[in-house]
């Protein structure tokens, strides 16, 4: 009985009771059997009819509340029901359609949040990829794949087998499982600091860990930079607000030394000003560093842009079909010029010193050889600092400036000793 329907039950429930009250009939009426079966058969017919009737609106409302709960069970929520009387199924079917709209709404606002989310995730530049119990990748955004080195997707791959395309360093990072930074190097080229976050987190009733990799060379180096540029400003200022009193009372000292005629104070004072216009031009050349403006690029004809430096340097140039650079023309000068210069103070012969441009998808490359004595490795990272500088007579402002310039273009700088012996820069700006 429990798995009848309930208009099945209604019909039994109704027949039953009809049988119950034709008995008396065929007990109590003195009618041939023909007669009273006839009779009989005549009121339930009537009594079915009449059923059929009252209870045909049950049996359609019945029935779409039974479609709605099937679509519902299907994640289906763009049905509602056409049942619209006004007894308790109706006020059922309408209750209903009332959720089935707020369910639909709320729907629609986890995809337009899911969206947002795969959006924002995917366009990250950090590396963001979700490792389940087994070490497999679950999901990973662009970054991630870009990084890995694989370009069809990681998802459902393990972990273990991703390793080797990575740099150097991440496996042991990522193994250890803790936060914090760590070096990676790419390409052969300077070491790298990253920083790995971990959460862990249940999805599915499966141990999920979310790896989260940012790359901190850049913000550690702008904020090594502004330090420095503070502290280059601090001294600036005090040292102008020392040179123009002291160049007056120069001035007022020479006027003295005029009239007292006197060789040896006139040698002296020449002295003086000598290195206070030695100190300007080192405090200017600083103050342009620490007001480096931002760069406004533009398309450069490589031709024209090195034709004219070989008017002023000696160099061999070497271009592998390169025709324009996107950068700024004023600071791109002052790069290559540095960087020129530096080769020809490395004590090399001026016909080795060798600038070579080549173009790749995303990005171009600017490589400066010569054949000098090359850097100490151990110095190789401190050169690009202000103030440390290899030579006697340096300022320590040439490379400082020009990392400045590569990083304010969104590019890198790195230097490397050449086996055959010699410096080579490596310059990468993005296209």
Sequence with gaps: MKNLRIVTRIWLITSFCCVLALIPIFWFLDWDILKKFGFA??????????????????GEGLSALETGLLNLKDREFSTSLNYQNKDELGLMCALFNQTIEQLRDEKHWLYQRELMLDKITQ????????????????????AARHFFKVHDGIEGRELSSLYEHTPKGTQAAIEENKEGLFSVVKDEQEPE??????????????SHTLYILKQMTRELSRQEVAVWKKVIRVISHELNNSLGPISSMLHSGQILSNNAKDDRLTRVFETIDER????????????KFAKIPEPKQEAI???KLFEQLSEQWQFNY?????????????????LL??????????????DKVTVEIQQRVNDTTIIVTDQGKGIAESRLNSVLIPFYSTKATGSGLGLALCREIVEAHQGNISLYNREQGGLMVRVTLPN
């Design 276 to 287: 206070i216009k030695h100190l300007s031009t080192f405090v200017q050349g600083y103050g």
């Design 193 to 206: 600091t990253w920083h790995i976050s971990l959460g862990t987190f249940v999805l599915n009733n499966q």
């Design 318 to 334: 070497v271009n592998h079909g390169v025709e324009h650079l996107f950068a700024d023309k004023s600071q791109l000068e002052q």
């Design 301 to 303: 004809d490589c031709g």
């Design 337 to 350: 010029i540095n960087l020129i210069k530096n080769a020809h103070e490395s004590e090399t012969d001026p």
């Design 41 to 58: 058969a005549s009121v339930m017919s009537i009594c079915f009819l009449l059923l059929r009737f009252l209870f045909k609106d049950l």
């Design 123 to 142: 366009s990250s530049p950090e590396v963001l990829f979700l490792v389940n119990q087994q070490e497999q990748i679950v999901f990973s955004n662009i």
